[in-house]
């Protein structure tokens, strides 16, 4: 089956650590996303990447790092500089690079980031 | 700065009313708007819509995009408590950049 996988699903960190947060897809999609969820806010974007090797801010981007090594692969890094880490975070994709056509946004499961 | 405005932010509604959920953008290069339901956890995708005047429709859900008016909305007719959930709207500029609005918490109560 194909799909958007997200790992893990709760993530605990103390304050002053960093942590990785796993995305992987076997969709064969060019484009990925990171989004984030606060309570009341919608889904704000984080990074975006179009094609391996290559990625772009979003709107909040400080305090996070990503890399794009690989096609499937879009891991994201919160840093200890990231004010306000605690949140729902989101991966997800868009299919191929035949623009018009139907590109739905799969999205993964999240992962659940608390900071203790 | 791309900008998605969902209106309203929240709604409370009967069993078997009809609902009008807005959304209103401003973006460069707009490709796509698209609607997603979200319930406890991820994003679930409703409609894409690319075209002005070109109704889309599935079951008791139906959306129409204006882009004279840079807005579109989301129908629910004949509401059931299972349509209980976030509604997203997300515009699509350049280079693949999605933009999410705030959403539209709609509750429906027996």
């Known amino acids: 089956d194909g799909g958007i996988t997200q790992s893990p699903k709760y993530l605990f960190r103390k304050e002053g650590q960093n942590v990785t947060l796993s995305c992987e897809q076997n969709?064969?999609?060019?484009?990925m996303y990171w989004y984030r969820q606060d309570p009341g806010q919608g889904l704000r974007l984080i990074y975006y990447?179009?094609?391996?090797?290559?990625?772009q801010k979003g709107d909040i981007a400080e305090g996070y790092s990503v890399s794009r090594e690989k096609k499937e692969s879009f891991p994201l890094t919160v840093t200890s500089a990231q004010k306000n880490p605690t949140a729902f975070y989101l991966c997800?994709?868009?299919?191929?690079?035949?623009?018009?056509?139907?590109?739905?946004?799969?999205f993964g499961p999240g992962t659940r980031l608390t900071v203790l | 700065e791309d900008k998605v405005v969902q209106s309203p932010l929240s709604l409370v509604v009967h069993e078997g009313d009809t609902v009008t959920l807005n959304c209103s953008y401003e973006?460069?290069?707009?490709?796509?708007l698209l609607w997603y339901k979200q319930e406890k956890k991820a994003p679930t995708f409703l409609f894409m819509l690319?075209?002005?005047?070109i109704e889309k429709k599935s079951g008791r859900l139906s959306s129409i995009l204006d882009k004279k008016e840079l807005s579109s909305i989301l129908n629910i007719t004949a509401t059931q408590t299972g349509d209980s959930a976030i509604y997203l709207c997300a515009v699509e500029g350049s280079n693949y950049k999605l933009t999410f609005g705030k959403g539209t918490l709609l509750t429906v109560n027996p």
């Open positions: 973006v460069t290069n707009f490709r796509s």
């Open positions: 969709l064969n999609h060019d484009a």
């Open positions: 990447s179009q094609i391996v090797n290559d990625f």
């Open positions: 690319t075209s002005s005047g």
């Open positions: 997800a994709s868009i299919g191929g690079t035949v623009r018009g056509g139907y590109n739905e946004q799969f």
